[in-house]
């Protein structure tokens, strides 16, 4: 039977029939690969995936860690598990030859591990995390400190985390606290308490390798004056060898409604739980120069927050795929109309209904990854094109779209997991099918690695006003330049097309529209709305990618007709949101704006 956590027909559409992946074995970085690689390492991640993560992502749901004061306990199968991921490569399948990495392109490397998020997603997220963090160094740490952290990493010995957020700040960075003070010997002691820090505490590999904003006394006041700092829970002698514990303590574990697998910590540096030479403080290692903290670690936020879209995306999908067996095993009543009630009932993807759902799902989910798979190909196009200019385009482009691919899936593949329990009825919302766990799992997504609103703000208030507006101007270049291919293919997708064309023009128009007077109270207070319907409109243009890269009707099989039903459903169901979105941002509305908090 085919898998229902992903479908491999799917992956390799987008990866071949549209992305062209292949193609890229024609530059250098990726000139020891074929075809036949690619489709191993997803033949790879699949089995690996279904055999050792799903296996038991009810398990660690129903059996989530616990702190007992001294040591945290999981169940067996997620060390398990981890051991047999890093045993496939698949950590480091992105990076270069020269640290031990496989070399595939980031869209391979993104749709192998999606199996992985659609098997498991609670113990998906310590690879995901520790891929972040060695990325993150890879950039910015020195060579001693990628020898030190980064290899073990790589090899599964150690796994990492960021450490950001802090129980008084929160979101707003700027307000941290922890403070790291220099030492004569060129380490930093920090002391300070860090909040929400998934990973942060286990005994899952050797060590964690924690990346730490804090303070340096003196530096200048904001976000210009955090640092970024490489703090293991054991301390790493210059041989690679574990010495003295760090003084990290964890405090307390998080009580999450779903992620109930990944360990969230609250975790305090330098109280004196463990004294590393004697005193107390947690010894700490600068990353780069110091006051440049907050940049570094966009490095890794930024990764992460697409990797959230991801992983919302993958919850959404198998939600989606499992919805759709049980529709199509499950029978229910006749057809509108039977009148022999003696009949024998239908299965339900047979009632118009439940097929609405199902169709609504499959417009969220693909055009979902549709859009995930496309910004790793950038991040392939960053890397490697020929041209400056065309690296230099990808990565504007990817910047522009990171805050769309966090939320947008986060939000609809979410909506997608609601109508997968709807689909199974009673039956979904119990605890007896996968579907409500999804849903559970997939409802952090729209919170963490900064939340909807937070994303919102990014989208309208930098991204798109960024270098006078190139990144507006490239974001709807780019989706001009497929609707002028969907015109020339005539017909029903040039239809498609020009309805695309006005929802790019109203993203043009809404957007100056809302800049006109350079108020940024004003222009943002609806910055949900502005991304909920940008965000729509590059699902739309994803669709008719898709579209342009099916074979004609007469030669395409079941599969294809699927995809055309899909794209039409977003066109015609979808896509009509963004009206009523765009004419209140038009308005500029100010009722929220104006709402005082003693009305509430």
């Given amino acids: ?77 997620v060390r398990a598990a981890l051991d047999s991921f890093a045993e496939t ?33 609670a113990t998906s997220a310590y690879p995901m995390l520790t891929l972040g963090n060695a990325n993150l160094l890879l950039a910015h740490g020195s060579a001693e400190q990628v020898d030190t952290y980064v290899r073990p990493m790589l090899d599964g010995r150690f796994f990492g985390t960021m450490c950001l957020s802090e129980p008084h700040a929160g979101s707003s960075l700027a307000d941290i606290t922890t403070r790291a003070e220099p030492q004569p010997d060129g380490t930093y002691r920090l002391f300070g308490t860090k909040m929400w820090i998934s990973g942060g505490d286990h005994e899952l590999a050797e060590n964690i390798v924690h990346l730490v904003l804090a303070r340096i006394p003196g530096g200048p006041p904001g976000v210009k004056g955090i640092s970024l700092f490489v703090v293991p829970k054991v301390l790493v002698g210059p041989d690679g060898s574990l010495g003295d514990r760090n003084d990290v303590v964890l405090v307390g574990l998080n009580h999450k409604m779903g992620f109930r697998g990944t360990t969230n910590t609250l975790l305090s540096f330098g109280d004196g739980g463990h004294t590393p030479g004697g005193r107390p403080g947690a010894v700490g290692h600068l990353v780069g120069t110091p006051h ?6 966009f490095h890794m936020m930024n990764e992460a927050r697409i990797g959230v879209g991801a992983g919302a995306t993958a919850l959404g999908y198998t939600g989606y795929l499992k919805s759709l067996q049980y529709a199509r095993e499950r029978p229910q009543g006749r057809p509108v ?40 190909r950038l991040l392939d196009e960053q890397q490697t094109a020929p041209e400056q200019v065309d690296r230099e385009r990808a990565h504007l482009l990817l910047d522009v779209l990171t805050p769309i691919t966090k939320s947008w899936p986060s939000q609809w593949c979410l909506a997608a997991n609601d109508l997968a329990i709807q689909v199974l009825g009673g039956a979904g919302y119990t605890r007896d099918h996968d579907v409500e766990q999804h849903y559970r799992d997939n ?46 293919a005539g017909g029903e997708t040039a239809e498609l097309a020009d309805r695309l064309a006005g929802a790019v023009d ?22 949900s709305a502005y991304l909920e319907a940008v965000g729509h409109v590059v699902i739309a243009w994803m669709w008719l990618e898709q579209w342009l890269a099916l074979p004609p009707e007469e030669a395409g099989d079941a599969f294809h007709a699927g995809k055309r039903q899909a794209a039409r459903y977003f066109f015609s169901v979808e896509l009509p949101r963004t009206g009523p979105q765009f004419d209140l941002l038009d308005s500029r509305d100010r009722t929220a704006l104006d709402m005082r908090a003693d009305w509430f």
């Fill in 337 to 376: 109309g039977a009148k022999d009630p003696t009949a024998p009932q239908v299965p339900i993807i047979d009632h118009p209904d439940v097929r609405r759902m199902l169709l609504a799902q499959k417009s969220y989910v693909e055009g979902a990854m549709a859009l995930v798979l496309y910004c790793a």
């Fill in 506 to 527: 109203r993203i043009v128009a809404v957007t100056r529209r809302l800049w006109a007077d350079g108020d940024p109270v004003l222009a943002l207070a609806n910055a």
């Fill in 1 to 77: 039977m085919p898998s229902t956590l992903l479908s491999r027909r799917d992956l390799d559409f987008l990866l071949h029939d549209w992305l062209q992946v292949s193609h890229l074995v024609e530059r250098p970085r990726y000139a020891e690969h074929s075809r036949e690689t690619f489709d191993d390492a997803l033949d790879l991640a699949e089995r690996v995936a279904t055999e050792q993560f799903a296996t038991h992502n009810r398990a660690v749901d129903l059996a989530e860690p616990t702190f007992d004061g001294q040591r945290v306990r999981l169940i067996p199968q």
């Fill in 89 to 121: 490569g698949l950590l480091s399948a992105g990076l270069d030859a020269s640290v031990g990495g496989l070399q595939l392109p980031h869209a391979v490397a993104a749709a192998c591990f999606a199996w992985f998020q659609a098997a498991n997603v």
């Fill in 292 to 297: 440049q903290g907050l940049a570094q670690m």
């Fill in 443 to 488: 409802r952090l997504n729209p919170i963490h690695e900064g939340t909807h609103g937070i994303q919102a703000l990014d989208l309208l208030g930098r991204k798109m006003t960024m270098h006078d507006g190139a990144g507006l101007l490239l974001l709807t270049e780019t989706m001009g330049d497929t609707v002028t291919r969907g015109r020339k």
